[in-house]
Nanobody, 122 residues
Framework: QVQLVESGGGLVQAGGSLRLSCAASGSIFSINAMGWYRQAPGKQRELVAAITSGGSTNYADSVKGRFTISRDNAKNTVYLQMNSLKPEDTGVYYC????????????????WGQGTQVTVSS
């Protein structure tokens, strides 16, 4: 059982910055990829950024060049530095983690945090 706790959300004006963090805890076998998703009112949840266990990253086109995802050495905490925020970045941001488990860590399962609200005013 893995628990994910997000923090760092809040209200910011357009052009400002926020830094989100997500800490994984509990009975962790091995965390593979971690990522951030967001969901705006009336819209589907979408991938914002992801980082693999090897450190490779990818970003949604809408945030490329403005957001940076990183992962600490423990491989169980992920951050999202958000710069040059726009009103369209508003939404609930969710942390996601893929855990490998079982014999030889051959299986995987996903965990989700409860989300943190990000509101960008114009």
């Amino acid at each position: 059982q893995v628990q994910l706790v997000e923090s760092g959300g809040g209200l910011v004006q357009a052009g400002g910055s926020l830094r989100l963090s997500c800490a994984a805890s509990g009975s962790i076998f091995s965390i593979n990829a971690m990522g951030w998703y967001r969901q705006a009112p009336g819209k589907q949840r979408e991938l914002v950024a992801a980082i693999t266990s090897g450190g490779s990253t990818n970003y949604a086109d809408s945030v490329k060049g403005r957001f940076t995802i990183s992962r600490d050495n423990a491989k169980n905490t992920v951050y999202l530095q958000m710069n040059s925020l726009k009103p369209e970045d508003t939404g609930v941001y969710y942390c996601n983690a893929e855990e490998a488990y079982g014999l030889g860590y051959a299986k995987s399962r996903d965990y989700w945090g409860q989300g943190t609200q990000v509101t960008v005013s114009s």
